[in-house]
């Protein structure tokens, strides 16, 4: 179908504001790749010239795989994520579920709760739950790592919402039809809202994938650290980082995540097939 | 089973299926803020052996305490810049590219790469981009004839700073929540504003497209109004603080940590709760009754 | 008969077997070390593993190293409450007082007099100047011995300076000497700063006791509550801080920012810890002729310099740990073990064993800005902490009103009774 006039100019203007936001969006990126691979006296010449004046090669990635145990702690944090993903979603399903369709005591303030919950962070329950943990000989353990993540309030209000939308009559031909609540939710609700648990596995993974404040409280052994431990070793206020092979290291954890959105995008956007409910 | 009425029965599947979050729930919030409820009446200090009753010094202290006013402040105003901007932003961006076809991956990923960042990495590249004489933000700024501005260290721009760093880790975020909601409209919805005369796209977006999204906007904005009020790492790694670039987190882990106060950081932490569950119980409240659920 | 001779001589070997390898096992001690910055691993771990090449009954074990002293600092204060501290730790100075005070009161520490005296009388005076053996002590009691150590020195661009007309090898030595250039040096090319000292920007006071003992001054009036920086000694501070950006053409930046800036060949002299030397050496390339200089002193008589760095504890109280505790501690304060440490960071060796040619001799005959700290060791006082605990947010407090001044908010004179006052109300 040939494009009319006036459907070109719209898109040439949609792009250009994409455009010009992608920029944006790419410029620190820009500057860390090209950074991990110049010497270390021309980083900050002040030229963002993406051609280094001399070729460093590789040395940069390769300080950063094999000076610190990169390989190591993106395998962490696999683990970590994964664990904690899994809960998250055994966990926040069927409340949600439960909040969005069901009237049973104590449901608002379960609901008040994890709107409540959604606002305290981390640094503020740190420490009791870090003394717990010492007093039950928990403490450097990927348990422990995971523990305060379990419950996502995110997921559940993400998905309390989306559940809401879901029609109550197609449940209640499913009661009738002797399905328990139970398999309601994983075989009827659930796969209509595959695109928001999809979203939610991506956030989950990437915020935790770049956790670095609570694995540092519980963690004394290197062993068990997740990623962002690893650019640590770089970054060095005292005696000044050493940029070449911070930014090498970051570019190597940003990959894994790039990569499952690529392969993921398709689950939760689904462009023009809308298929709706 | 089935001798139960069905809205007994209902009530405890409820129940059951709420149980482990309601557990978790317990544990790890509830339990560790009645912790914090408990030290804020005392003068703990971490590592002391000693703890004493105080009462509610702490809570008068907070009255005087300029640094905290001025972290209040700061964190409002940081709020009020990257709320609007980054769901406003998310909104647009994922209406402009819900609607490409070839380009939509593209522009997914670039968008989304600023959430998967890692800060300690970004910090530097952020140092060197905003830098006064070597980076590429103020030889941009020369060109078009304005002079080298202090990104980082002038006291009036700090915060601003930091928004726009909020903003652009948050936007691709909240696009991707959009493009979710945008993909659960029912395409029929927009050939029955067809028949309807509704052709025109803006006309589109008002009376289908905006009201759809009603429940993933409600979303967007309290979790946006959170992430935003819980600024911490950004001003922990850029500014630390300085020139009065404190924020409510911040100040409360400086009380708490740098300083060791537990006592008093807990007396802040709970005001700082007190703001937020208020704002976005309100937002919730309040908009819960306007989105149409479909 | 014969089958249960057999059998009673295989368990007699194998309970002696069993024995002699339980044994050998035991012999292995293994303890638990904390340091901070990460990226020190790059010489813990090669002095970690040469230890346990000399001595292999002792296994050393890192944990996962803090992000900063600070972190390192809360990292202990956990420990302390859950049982589980390290058996050898690196404190900052900043902090090793409070952190002392507070393991003390709790009955967590270890005093490592008995051990030096073990050791032999000439051990302590042969390997430690009493300047840098006093950082390792609280309350004239020896809980550590020094780390690292370093004291500020000047970075300078020495083509900047000579096409500013002076020369590089005669820096000034005093502050109106440093002014006077940075202005010169600016004068020559707008776009360059003449000077920064990062004041404003440096977590914690160290570059403001600079100031403040150059001039033979102290920062708290000994016995007492009071700052020690009234009167002329603090008035003279912040009219330095502020002209170094009204005369020294200094930009306000934060120091991440200044150092790449210096490296970058935009700085004329940069003040700044030593222990940065290798990373800026690697930044200038051959971009400039980059040297160092002394720190300079307004009073040459009395004038001393701050000393930043770390000194290393132990914690433990199991006396076959606290032996191999000790051995690491004597390891790594030794002049091999500085040798090491010195060629990768910039820091002052705290052995001054290490100084001589022996060990670092020949390094400094190579790399002479290494050697500048060096020079200002008679100089080096400790680095001051304030009565009360509350150093840290002193100093954030301080910070404030330094940067109204030198950003012209605040004139010196107006400002010098509020710093007072704040430190003073927070002193107690």
């Known amino acids: 179908m040939k494009r009319r006039p006036h459907d070109v100019l719209p898109s040439v203007a949609a792009h250009s504001v994409l455009l010009l936001g992608a920029l944006v969006m790419l410029l620190p990126f820009v500057w860390m790749l090209v950074t991990s691979i110049r010497p270390p006296h021309e980083i900050f010449e002040g030229s963002l010239l993406p051609w280094p004046q001399e070729f460093y090669g590789w040395g940069h990635y390769e300080a950063a795989l094999l000076n610190v145990p990169l390989i190591r702690f993106m395998v962490n944090g696999v683990l970590i994520c994964s664990g904690i993903l899994i809960v998250q979603i055994l966990v926040a399903v069927p409340a949600a579920y439960a909040l969005a369709k069901l009237h049973f005591f104590g449901k608002d303030a379960l609901w008040i709760g994890t709107l409540a919950a959604l606002s305290v962070p981390i640094q503020v329950t740190a420490l009791p739950i870090y003394i717990a943990l010492a007093t039950a000989g928990w403490l450097n353990t990927y348990f422990a790592i995971m523990l305060p993540f379990f419950l996502s309030v995110f997921a559940i209000f993400l998905l309390r919402q989306a559940f809401k939308t879901f029609p109550d009559e197609i449940i209640h031909a499913a009661r009738l039809d002797g399905m328990g609540e139970f398999e309601i939710i994983w075989r009827i609700v659930l796969p209509s809202y595959q695109s928001t648990l999809t979203a939610f596995c991506i956030f989950s993974v990437v915020a935790h994938w770049n956790d670095l404040y609570w694995p540092m409280i519980v963690i004394s052994e290197t062993k068990l650290a997740p990623p962002p431990l690893g650019m640590m070793f770089f970054a060095n206020a005292e005696s000044g980082s050493d940029y070449g092979a911070l930014m090498a290291g970051a570019t190597l954890l940003t990959m894994p995540l790039v990569l499952i959105f690529l392969v993921t995008r398709k689950h939760f956007i689904e462009g023009l097939t809308m298929s709706g409910k | 089973m089935l001798a139960l009425r069905t809205s007994t029965r209902q009530s405890l599947a409820g129940l059951l299926l709420s149980l482990p979050s309601g557990a978790l729930l317990v544990s790890l919030y509830v339990a560790p803020m009645l912790c914090l409820l408990l030290l804020a009446f005392t003068n703990y200090e971490m590592g002391n052996v000693d703890i004493e009753w105080i009462g509610f010094s702490n809570f008068s202290r907070v009255l005087n305490d300029v640094v905290f ?26 209406l402009l590219i819900h ?47 304005m002079s080298s501005q202090n990104f980082l260290g002038d006291p009036t721009l700090m915060i601003a700073t930091l928004a726009g760093i909020g903003v652009w880790q948050l936007i691709g975020f909240n696009m991707i929540l959009f493009l979710t909601g945008l993909s659960n409209i029912p395409k029929e919805l927009y050939e029955a504003a067809a028949i309807d005369g509704v052709n025109h796209p803006v006309d589109r977006f008002f009376s289908v497209t905006l009201p759809m999204l009603g429940p993933t906007t409600l979303f967007v904005l309290v979790t946006s109004t959170i992430t935003g009020f819980k600024v911490f790492d950004t001003v922990a790694v850029l500014t630390q603080g300085r020139n009065q670039s404190e924020v409510l987190l911040y100040d409360i882990y400086l009380e708490g940590f740098t300083y060791s106060n537990m006592g008093y950081a807990s007396v802040l932490t709970l005001i700082f709760l007190l703001i937020i569950v208020g704002l976005s119980a309100w937002q919730s409240m309040h908009m819960d009754k306007k989105v149409h659920y479909g | 008969m014969k089958l249960f001779r057999k059998i009673g001589l ?13 044994a050998q096992a035991q012999q292995v001690t293994s303890i638990d070390v904390l340091y901070c ?96 053996i006093a950082l390792g002590q609280v309350d004239a009691k020896q809980y550590g011995l020094p780390f690292n150590a370093s004291s500020p020195i000047m970075y300078v661009n020495g083509d900047l300076v000579k096409r500013a007309g002076a ?95 210096f490296g970058a060949g935009k700085t004329g002299m940069f003040f700044s810890t030593p222990a940065q030397l290798k990373q800026v050496t690697e930044a200038v390339g051959g971009r400039f002729n980059f040297t160092t200089a002394r720190f300079p002193l307004d009073n040459k008589a009395k004038g001393g310099v701050p000393t930043g760095g770390n000194a290393v504890i132990t914690l433990a109280k199991d006396p076959a740990k606290q032996k191999a505790a000790w051995e690491f501690i004597k390891f790594v304060t030794s002049p091999q073990a500085q040798k090491v440490v010195v060629e990768m960071t910039g820091y002052l060796p705290t052995n001054q064993l290490a100084i001589s040619p022996e060990y670092l001799g020949p390094f400094y005959e190579a790399n002479p800005n290494f050697r500048t700290a060096t020079t200002q060791i008679d100089k080096s006082l400790p680095w001051a902490g304030y009565p009360g605990g509350q150093s840290v947010r002193i100093w954030r407090a301080q910070r404030d009103v330094v940067g109204a001044v030198m950003r012209g908010e605040k004139t010196p004179e107006a400002a010098l009774p509020e710093l007072i006052k704040i430190t003073e109300d927070l002193m107690e």
């Open chain 2, 99 to 145: 609607a490409r076809r070839r380009t939509r991956s593209f522009y997914e990923v670039v968008y989304f790469l600023p959430v998967t960042s890692t800060l300690i990495a970004m910090a530097t590249v952020w140092q060197f981009l905003l830098h006064p004489k070597l980076g590429p933000i103020n030889s941009m700024l020369s060109w078009v004839g």
């Open chain 2, 69 to 94: 006013k001025r972290s209040l402040w700061n964190t409002l105003l940081y709020v009020l810049i990257v709320v609007p901007l980054s769901v406003g932003g998310g909104m647009f961006i994922a």
């Open chain 3, 167 to 261: 020369d590089p090898t005669k820096m000034p030595t005093d502050w109106d000497g440093v002014i006077k250039l940075a202005g010169k040096i600016h004068a020559m090319n707008k776009d360059i700063n003449g000077m920064s000292y990062d004041i404003h920007a440096w977590p914690d006071d160290w570059m403001f006791q600079g100031l403040i003992y150059q001039q033979g001054g102290v920062l708290v009036k000994p016995g007492t509550k009071k700052a020690g920086f009234d009167g002329a000694v603090g008035l003279r501070t912040l009219q330095l801080t502020r002209r170094f950006v009204t005369e020294g053409a200094m930009q306000m930046v934060d120091w991440d920012q200044s150092r790449q800036q």
């Open chain 3, 37 to 132: 910055y990460p990226s020190f691993a790059r010489f813990h771990e090669p002095l970690a593993q040469e230890f346990m090449k000399l001595h292999p009954e002792i296994k050393i074990n890192f944990r996962a190293p803090a992000a900063s002293y600070d972190e390192g600092h809360q990292v202990m204060l956990r420990n302390a409450v859950t049982n589980q501290l390290p058996d050898v730790y690196y404190s900052g100075y900043h902090l090793f007082g409070e952190l002392i005070r507070k393991l003390e009161a709790r009955g967590q520490t270890v005093r490592l007099e008995p051990l030096l005296k073990a050791e032999g009388d000439a051990f302590a005076k042969t390997n430690f100047a009493p300047r840098l």
């Open chain 3, 10 to 22: 295989a368990l007699s070997a194998s309970v002696a077997l069993f024995a002699a390898s339980h």
